[in-house]
Each structure stands twice: as structure tokens, then as C-alpha cells.
């Protein structure tokens, strides 16, 4: 960091185990132990972009650039290779393997790394890709298994017995009437706070869905 940060502990907060390795009894004032944080901790506000800047100097070190215009797309100074990087998840394109072996040497001289080859998840998101010979026929489906299913158990949402695929019951049609009424419903009553917390959530959820899976 640039500057270091400061934390105090309580010590009957501490396990007896670290107290006795740091000889922390040493340093307790007054039911405290006051710790100056220099490099990260857990907990730290700005531990993320603390990782994500060295991470970013790393990479420029070994001649990988941010593009001008899209934030977290990268790329190299020559070689044909260009990845979306998305906090610690890399999606990588590249032109001959020798390139994306050297940023996995890269990467290997500071990190432990997990590999995909075939590219079928970034960030959470399932990727089906479709190679064909011709161009204009290769594609990319875009999904997040279960993701709607796994919703639904969360919140607890019923199943119905029979399906029901309109955003509410229809309305019984009245044949050989002259007039239609539309259905008016009783207005239900206001939400507590749990159900508006629920209902954001729901909300939430279905808007991340909407715009990664299908916008």
C-alpha cells in the first residue's frame, strides 16, 4: 500500500494459539493489540483494487496493455492474443498456442492457476461454442445452468401443479356476452420490509440474468 493502515484487536478475540506463536501478550494495552497493516488483510475495503493493481503491473511487465476504449479487455504489445479479464477470471483469444503459453508463464511466476482449454465457463457464465467450417455458421450460446431453478428453491417459490406460462391466471372468457369486463382484483395489501427485501432480490437476480444470459 502506499500508506499503512491501522487495526486494533481485542485479545480475548484472538485464539490462544496465535497469541502464543506472535508472543502478542508482548503488546497488549489496555485489553488490546493494535496491528499496522502494510501489505493486506482480510477485510480490507481496498484489498481488491490493492490485487488488481499489481495484477495489471504484472501483466504490463510482460508487455500486456489495456485497450484504450474497453475496459478490461487486454492485450500485447505484438503478439496475437487478447483476453477480457474479469476480476481473476481470464477469457482468452489468441492466434498459435506459444502465445497463450507465455501468458500462463506469466501468470505461473506469481500465481497458482486453474486451466479451461476449452473455454466452456468465464465468470460464472457457460459458454457452448459451435467451430463450424463455414464463418458465418459458428456461434456461441450463452448460459448459466439452473440458474432459474436454483432461484426459484432459494426463494422458495412453489411449483405449480399445472403449468402456468402467462404472468398471471387467466381470466375465464364469458362466451355469447356482449361486453368483456376485464378482471379487477382486490388490491393486495403493502409489503413489510422482509417482502421488499424479496422482492429486490428477485428483481435483482432476474435483471443480472436478463442482461448476461438473455438481453
Known sequence: MDRPEYVKIKLSDIPQEFIDEYNLNAYVH???I??????GC???PQSGKLAND??????CTAGYYEAATTPGLWQHK??????????DDFGIEYVGEKHALHLKSTLLEHYKITEDWEGKKFAGIDLEWNYAPEHAKRSCRISIKNYIRDLLARVGHPTPTKPQLSPHKH???NYGAGVQ???????SPALDEKGVKSIQEIVGALLFYGQVVDN
Request: glycine share 6%.
Open 181 to 187: 369486463h376485464t378482471h379487477v382484483a382486490e388490491p
Open 34 to 39: 493494535f496491528f499496522e497493516v502494510i501489505k
Open 171 to 173: 381470466h375465464k372468457i
Open 30 to 32: 489496555d485489553g488490546w
Open 78 to 87: 505484438w503478439r496475437p492474443i487478447q483476453f477480457c479479464l474479469l476480476v
Open 42 to 44: 482480510y477485510g480490507l
Open 54 to 59: 499489481l495484477l495489471c503491473k504484472r501483466l
